[in-house]
């Protein structure tokens, strides 16, 4: 009978002084490291890198501690800059290198505009890494647009980021990448919020609803003489350069200009202004916060 009861009992106090042992161990070998992995699609173009610095010099500047990382996801855009001698990770490598750097802790922040595809595989990739379980904690910031505060912000943003030379009566007209995503209904979410503060400002997308084709109805609607033409992507790439403002007879600009609207193109990528990059870096925070 007593050695009934004192076998389990031993067997209870070695298990319970190993495991203080073991974690003890780890406690003092494993130090908290927290990394940032700004995501982008990437783009070749040296315009683009404005939008870059300028995020990682916002990211630096609200978290000063924190190692800041960079990974692309386009293979093309990756192996067109290898060419050119720059070298930048997918998000599948620079994750893999963090870990083997000791990392415990890091927030993957995407440069993206909307919940759509490309978020959602970069989701993928951030889970495989948290299901092998050698990070710590492994979170994702949310894009641009994901909550109704998100939407609020980008609406101040928009208003306060339109050039000052425009004029009462003059139309803005956003471009955004747009999606088969069921996302895509963000742009006109956010189209019907900021007409509520500015009725002129129009929100069309290169590969979703609303279209060029809905945008130029409307525009004639109200007699509209004059558009701006801006983009509602963080880089002013290859979609502004050219399906924006190109002299394609496919351009938003040269589909405009034929129906008598004057065109005014801004070249500069949501992630040059301050105003949004303010709400992506604070996805970040929300995501530090966690830790
Ligand atoms: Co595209």
């Known amino acids: 009978m007593k050695t009934k009861i004192l076998i ?7 298990l319970v002084f190993s495991s203080s042992a073991f974690a003890s161990h780890h406690k003092g070998e494993i130090s908290k490291k927290e990394g940032i992995l700004l995501v982008a699609f990437g783009s070749s173009e040296a315009s683009a890198r404005v939008s870059f610095e300028n995020i990682e ?27 050119q001698g720059l070298m930048i990770d997918s998000p599948e490598i620079a994750l893999a290198k963090m ?10 922040q995407s440069l993206h505009t909307i919940l759509g595809t490309m978020h959602h595989d970069l989701a ?7 299901s ?21 912000q980008t609406v101040d943003a928009i208003l306060s980021t339109i050039p000052k030379e425009r004029k009462k009566g003059e139309a803005v007209v956003l471009m955004g990448h747009g999606t088969h995503h069921s996302a895509n209904a963000f742009y006109s979410a956010l189209m019907f919020q900021v007409q509520l503060k500015d009725p002129n400002v129009f929100v069309g997308t290169v590969e979703g609803y609303p279209e060029i084709k809905d ?6 609607e109200k007699k509209i ?13 290859d979609h502004a350069k050219n399906d924006m403002a190109g ?20 070249l500069k990528g949501t992630a040059e202004f301050d105003a949004f990059v303010d709400i992506w870096v604070d996805h970040i925070k929300i995501s530090l916060k966690h830790f």
């Open 57 to 83: 010099r916002k990211t630096r500047q609200a978290c000063p501690e924190t190692p800041i990382f960079w990974a692309y996801t386009s293979r093309i855009i990756r192996e067109k800059l290898a060419k």
């Open 124 to 130: 993928q990739t951030v889970a495989a890494f948290n």
């Open 8 to 14: 389990p009992m031993a067997i209870l106090i070695l």
């Open 132 to 152: 092998m379980g050698r990070f710590e904690k492994i979170l994702m910031g949310n894009p641009l647009l994901a909550s109704q505060k998100d939407m609020e």
């Open 225 to 237: 003489k004059t558009a701006w033409l801006i983009p509602f992507m963080s880089v002013a790439g």
């Open 99 to 108: 870990m083997d750097q000791g990392f415990t802790h890091v927030v993957v």
């Open 247 to 266: 002299d394609e007879d496919d351009s938003w600009q040269s589909i405009l200009t034929k129906v008598g609207i004057q065109c005014k193109p801004v």
């Open 215 to 220: 945008i130029k109805f409307w525009l004639g």
